[in-house]
């Protein structure tokens, strides 16, 4: 008896202990691929910080098709060829359904040939080179603004503040010399004059030189394409060295409450495209989202310089979240179809998507919103 009695409770210890395991197992995943470290560090952890306060709501409200999500979480390093790696272990490893990524559009780029080659569905909640959505890839999903849109956006305050001449300092890859692009076709299409177009390495921090040409180039206005790190030491170096010109960033990846921060006094004037303004939640068109977002951001702790960039991964994981809702399973498929199909409430607007690229092969665009503000006398101020 007392044999059969140790079988039947060790075997019940062990169906116990077999059935547990599994239960952890089958929280559905989410990949995440982000520069945690490198050039790109700031933004990247903002990101994942928005993706995590994301992940909490959701299962805190009883998570996606009866389980909790779990974002697993790799560091690019802000490199292409460590963006692909983390692709390779996310999918291939860790068998994530579907991914977020990957920040900067280099980045992004890098990935998408793994997701054709394993046919799993990436929502892109940074990333605003045109080569992103036209390429022929019907695995991309994007919730940020191209360049192209942005600058479309942009047009009507070129009149309104009076540029005249522009120059462009830009990160010299696809998410600095795109944005120059398609800027400058802009400001061509309303009579702005092209000055000097100078490009720096994205780990580089002293930009004397560019900034010498663009003060002898005498423009009225020069449009900064970089990461916040950088954009902060180019307005200090600016105000160094006298440059006169209106200092405008574009790309929404520029932290306004940090440049008070680091850069002071050299901030003051400057003028930044983002996507959300943190400083204005009622500005947006969901209020009631932002601001949860945003008081959930300064219960974490969460430096509030990053909230224009931590929305970007709340957003891209609710929009993943609404996507396995409808499909019913984490299939890569099946999330891949019903991505073209959702309708989400984000912190940056209604996200929903259009096609773009070759017939057959499109992938997906939302039409985010854009804004403009202003740094004066050291505080965030609307345009």
Known sequence: ???????????????????????????????????????FAASGNYVVQGAKIAA??????????????????EDNKSN????????????????????????????TLAVMPKLMEYGVPMVVETSSSGKITTSGNPWIFRISPTS????????????????KKADFLS??????????????EMLKGQGVQIGTRETMDPKATD?????????????????VTTAVEQATLILKQAKEQQVKARIITTGGSISPDQLIQQAGEAAN??????????????????????????????????NVGGLTEGFRGYDGVMTIVAALKAAGKAEPKAIQKALWNVKVKGV????????????????????????????????????
């Open 207 to 223: 930009f004397s030189a560019q900034l010498a040409k663009i003060k002898a180039s005498g423009s009225d206005t020069v449009f």
């Open 148 to 163: 192209q849109m942005e600058a479309k956006s942009f047009a009507p305050m070129v009149k309104k503040i009076g540029i």
């Open 269 to 302: 004037g400057s003028m930044h495209l983002v996507f959300f303004t943190p400083w204005f939640p009622e500005a947006v068109k969901h209020a009631d989202i932002a601001k949860k977002f945003v008081a959930d951001w300064n219960a974490n702790k969460h």
């Open 171 to 184: 990160t010299n890859n696809d998410f600095g010399l795109g944005a120059a692009k398609e800027f400058s």
């Open 1 to 39: 008896m007392k044999s059969a009695l140790r079988n039947f409770f060790g075997g019940t210890v062990v169906a116990i202990a077999l059935f547990s395991g599994p239960v952890a197992a089958q929280d559905v995943k989410i990949g995440v691929t982000q520069p945690l470290t490198g050039a």
């Open 80 to 107: 292409p060829t460590e963006a692909v790696a983390t692709a390779e272990k996310l999918i291939g490893k860790d068998k994530v359904p579907v991914l977020m990524g990957a920040w900067s559009s280099t980045l």
């Open 348 to 383: 940056n607007g209604d996200i929903a998507f259009i096609k773009q690229g070759p017939a057959g092969k499109e992938s997906a665009q939302s039409i985010p919103s854009v804004y403009v503000v202003k740094i004066e006398k050291g505080k965030v101020a609307k345009l």
């Open 56 to 73: 909490d709501q959701v299962n805190k409200s009883g998570g996606v098709l009866g389980k909790k999500i779990q974002l697993i979480i």
